[in-house]
């Protein structure tokens, strides 16, 4: 042990000894803190995914540098002979040598942990994802350390050990490429697929890069990691000391080969892994089990994937990471029946699956340095009783994190007694856009989607659960009348309105100009019994994204439509801090455009009156602020905050028993007398019944929810952010009691970081792309001038 520590302080602190040591370090830290910082502030994104891209083929260069000179230096000065003599056991060389150096990278590597230190500072990061990330890291230093250190071995030139550890590491990265697997398999089946699993470093080292630690990946390193440490061994202790140097290739071979085969093997084999992330994005949620604990009988699921031969590398392990979420379910409930079926072994039955919508899809592959499309299958069908058979079309590597949710929510529609209903009413103002995309959406959830009028003819469907008013505009008091009363028997609204829209237009001198358009606000009317308000103001926050709009522009002779950027402070981003992150409801959400909207009026007295429990959703920023519609045309700088923003609410849930409007008297429709002996009749009759129920008696109390916008969720802005997702989880979770919430917050862990000054993203730049790098070269300057003290006094007679 007193070896080991001797070696290891040797190498360890002689790196900090070394010019050259220092100047690796400095070039590798300003090099992939700089990449990655380039683009940071243009993407917003609060993550490192974009850091570890181009990190394995950095630190590849990083450690062959390090690495090359372990052995070589020793052998070509002739300090191997008395390095070999000293009183330590091989084993404690070896390893003394190396933990040496892989400390000293660690310890280098270390200066990009400001990266995760400014995250936290700006924004939200996944803390777990970040860790299992440094996690593969070190283990991929590990690798590339131990590779090093054998070949260093081999070589009296430490350039010739530096090219040949580049060699070796970027082979094994182009083997785990799609590009190259493909290309290899495409000459030779099997042979593409087998590399890619047994060599190729990236399909191991990109499951730490999303949170999760494989122990399959971990052990693919580890095995590797010792396997080059023996072979150092043997090239120390054997091939340079000629001792049995004829059995020294074939063992070399022989190790190699059983490393191959052993992580090959491992790929066929399930293992264990461990979810990091901090919504267990990897893990199967308590929320699935409750789905499957639904089954009153058996659920058939059937896999329908092409043998593995035909499938492109990438694809083919898919198979088992499917069936291995399949066994998951399986195990949980009996009641859960699988199977994986191959239909190309079966010409009858790729009918009958074309029948059901399952046909093969194109995929594109390389076959003898050719580009061509395979068409191959990888979908899921589920049965259930003698209800109509679900099935997920395509099922592709990309897919796989959003499979459990995909499975999940198809299994627990066909478990409802009947499919909900959802009603939908839009103004009629063709302005404020159109909503397609918004009942498309709804569809997919498994919603009956019914559009109404709220009028004599077309009231609100009689089994609807939810009613979605989408910029409703002018509503009679009989509408308002009609949506109150929806609310007193136990149904859930959800309203997304504001005071204005705007139109973009080009202004005389060619600026970009919003001109507002007032929106009928009557719905107040209704709201303000509850104590809530949608106010008569536009909201503006200096949290503003840029969009994109299309105009007219004359280019010569011709007209063509350009898209011109614009950055109006009410076209409002909502990130993270401005979220309420404890309801379900706002899980998943890493971003929000709020555009044109309005902030919301709460009556804290009416409310708590009321017996209603109101939960915000999301307001804006402290440095908000809003203003009265009527301004006329806008050009971005005739828009300025006043001295005092504050924090507006512009969302808000509301739950309880809903009383009937207007004190139970029925409004008559337009048009027909008030008078009328029928409508007292009915007015009568609703009145009765209202009384009759209590809090206590009913069913199940009304949900409201307002949002200040509802351009928000209009064809074309929808697809922004998460305004799609926001929608998605609001539907459910007040037409479907929200079951399913933590699972979409699984399909889109994106997370933003909030808007930050010019002067600010120069300062981070600065302090994460030269901090880390300046501290080393402090270091090394210090360690210098105090080794040439010391070199004085001792050359001056005075002692160390």
């Known amino acids: 042990m007193r070896g080991l520590w001797v070696i290891f302080h040797k190498e ?5 000894r070394s010019p050259i040591a220092y100047i690796f370090g400095v070039v590798f830290l300003l090099v992939v803190n700089g990449l990655y910082m380039n683009t940071f502030f243009l993407a917003r994104v609060c ?3 974009a850091f570890f891209e181009p990190f394995p083929v950095i630190l590849l260069v990083f450690a062959s540098a390090l690495t090359m000179r372990l052995w070589a230096e020793e052998r070509k000065s002739g300090t191997l002979g008395l390095l070999l003599s000293f009183p330590s056991s091989p084993l404690a060389l070896i390893l003394g040598k190396f933990l040496g150096t892989y400390l000293f990278a660690l310890t280098v590597l270390s200066g990009t942990l ?8 700006l924004g939200d990061p996944d803390g777990g994802a970040l860790f299992s990330a440094y996690v593969g890291a070190a283990l991929l230093l590990a690798f590339y350390v131990a590779l090093g250190a054998f070949l260093s071995a081999l070589f009296e030139d430490q350039i010739a050990a530096f090219i040949l550890t580049l060699v070796g590491g970027l082979a094994s990265i182009l083997l785990g490429t799609d590009l190259v697997s493909s290309s290899i398999e495409s000459w030779l089946p099997g ?6 699993e047994s060599l190729g470093l990236l399909p191991h080292f990109n499951p730490f890069v999303k949170g999760v630690v494989p122990l399959r990946d971990a052990l693919f390193f580890l095995i590797y990691t010792a396997v080059f440490l023996v072979l150092n061994y043997y090239t120390v202790f054997g091939f340079l000391r000629y001792f049995r140097r004829r059995l020294f290739y074939p063992l070399t071979a022989v190790l190699l080969g059983l490393a191959l085969v052993s992580n090959a093997l491992l790929a066929q084999v399930r293992l264990p892994r461990f979810d990091f992330t901090e919504e267990r994005l990897y893990t199967i949620s308590p929320v699935s089990k409750k789905v499957l604990a639904r089954l009153k009988a058996p659920l058939r699921v059937t896999y329908y994937v092409s043998s593995p031969q035909t499938l492109p590398p990438p694809m083919r392990n898919l198979s088992l990471e499917v069936r291995a979420l399949l066994e998951e379910f399986a195990a949980f409930n009996p009641k859960f029946r699988f199977a994986v079926v191959d239909p190309t072994r079966n010409p009858e039955l790729i009918q009958k699956l074309r029948n059901k919508g399952v046909e093969p899809f194109a995929v594109q592959t390389i076959e003898r340095d050719k580009v061509s499309v395979r068409r191959v299958y990888s979908a899921i069908a589920l049965s259930y009783l003698d209800k109509p058979e679900e099935v997920i079309p395509q099922v592709v590597p990309e897919s796989l994190s959003t499979l459990e949710y995909d499975l999940v929510s198809r299994i627990y529609k066909l478990t409802l007694s009947e499919k909900p209903v959802v009603a939908i009413y839009s103004g009629r103002n063709f302005l404020a856009g159109s909503y397609r995309t918004a009942e498309e959406i709804l569809r997919s959830l498994g919603f009956e989607v019914k559009g109404t009028s709220i009028d004599k003819d077309h009231s609100i469907p009689e089994k609807a659960r939810l009613l979605i008013l989408l910029s409703p505009g002018k509503l009679n008091k009989r509408q308002l009348y009609e949506i109150g009363t929806f609310l007193n028997r136990g149904g859930s609204v959800l309203l997304a309105h504001s005071a204005a829209i705007y139109s973009y237009n080009s202004g005389p001198e060619g600026e970009m100009l919003a001109t507002p358009m007032p929106q009928d606000l009557s719905v107040n009317e209704l709201l303000k019994t509850y104590g809530l308000e949608i106010e008569k103001k536009t909201l503006f926050d200096l949290q503003s994204v840029t969009m994109a709009v299309s105009q007219e522009r004359e280019i010569g002779i011709f007209k063509a439509l350009v898209r011109i950027p614009v950055n109006f402070p009410m076209q409002v981003q909502i990130l993270p801090p401005q979220m309420n992150r404890k309801l379900p409801i706002i899980h998943g959400l890493s971003a929000l455009l709020y555009l044109w909207g309005s902030p919301l009026k709460l009556d804290e007295k009416i409310l708590e009156k009321k017996g209603f429990k109101t ?10 602020w809003a203003e009265e519609v009527d301004l006329g045309s806008l050009s971005e700088r005739d828009i300025q905050p006043p001295k005092e923003t504050s924090r507006l609410p512009l969302a808000v849930l509301v739950e309880g028993w809903f009383p009937l ?13 008030g008078s009328s002996q029928a409508t007292k009749e009915k007015a009568s009759e609703e009145k009765n019944e209202a009384q009759a129920r209590s809090p206590q008696r009913s069913a199940k ?9 509802g351009a928000m969720f209009a064809d074309g802005i929808i697809d922004i952010f998460d305004n799609a997702l926001f929608l998605a989880n609001a539907a459910e979770a007040l037409g479907l009691g929200g079951e399913l919430l933590s699972l979409r917050a699984k399909l889109k862990p994106v997370r933003y970081i909030a808007e930050v000054s010019p002067s600010a993203k120069l300062l981070w730049k600065i302090v994460v792309v ?9 270091l090394g300057m210090t360690v210098f001038i105090r080794r040439r003290r010391r070199r004085m006094r001792f050359e001056r007679g005075e002692g160390l």
């Open 770 to 778: 030269f901090g880390p790098a300046m501290l080393w070269m402090l």
């Open 12 to 16: 360890f602190f002689g790196y900090f």
């Open 191 to 196: 042979f593409g697929a087998f590399l890619r």
């Open 701 to 709: 109390p009304g949900k409201l929810m307002v949002v200040g916008s």
């Open 615 to 624: 939960q915000v959703l999301f307001t804006s920023t402290s440095h908000a």
């Open 47 to 49: 993550d490192m995914r």
């Open 114 to 121: 400001v990266i995760p230190v400014m995250l936290a500072i």
């Open 661 to 673: 409007p207007f004190e139970g008297q029925v409004p008559p429709w337009p048009g027909e007398k």
